[in-house]
């Protein structure tokens, strides 16, 4: 109930639905997600990037537990190992700046740098978990990451 006694039953237009890429780890979908709640707040452009950033983190952590350092370096190690394509690790370059400004730094990020953030995530959550099950899924193979707590 509002303070002046009435309630909300609905309001138009509905907000956007939060788009979590398919099949990822139950914890990196988490993070993802609390990224996508903060992306159309205004003025919460740091708090979706960090959770952008730090849902690829935990990703890649996921996929190559033993390669440290930071994200582009990681990003591109991958690449040659064929995980990513080398496209994606030539676009970690540019990312890592905003991913950095997002963490690090007192200025805020704009809201294309965001939306930049954003499409690298999803696309190297997709190209290391998203696609990977479905091929999975069709082979009639069983995914182990969605089971993992």
Do not use: C
Request: overall charge negative; cysteine-free.
């Amino acid at each position: 109930m509002l303070q002046n006694g009435w309630h909300i039953v609905d309001f138009w237009p509905k907000p956007p639905a939060p788009k979590v890429p398919d099949l990822l780890p139950k914890d990196v979908a988490r993070i993802y997600l609390q990224a996508e709640r903060n992306l159309d707040i205004e003025g919460n452009e740091e708090a979706a990037g960090t959770m952008y950033r730090k849902a690829l983190d935990v990703g890649l952590r996921k996929v190559d537990p033993a390669t440290t350092g930071p994200l582009a370096a990681r990003t591109k190690k991958l690449a040659a190992a064929g995980k990513l394509t080398a496209d994606i690790a030539d676009w970690s370059d540019h990312i890592r700046v905003l991913g950095n400004g997002a963490v690090h730094e007192e200025d805020a990020i704009s809201r294309d740098e965001l939306m930049d953030l954003r499409n690298f995530a999803d696309m190297v959550l997709q190209y290391l978990f998203t696609l990977p099950a479905m091929v999975k899924k069709r082979r009639g193979e069983e995914v182990d990451w969605l089971d993992a707590p």
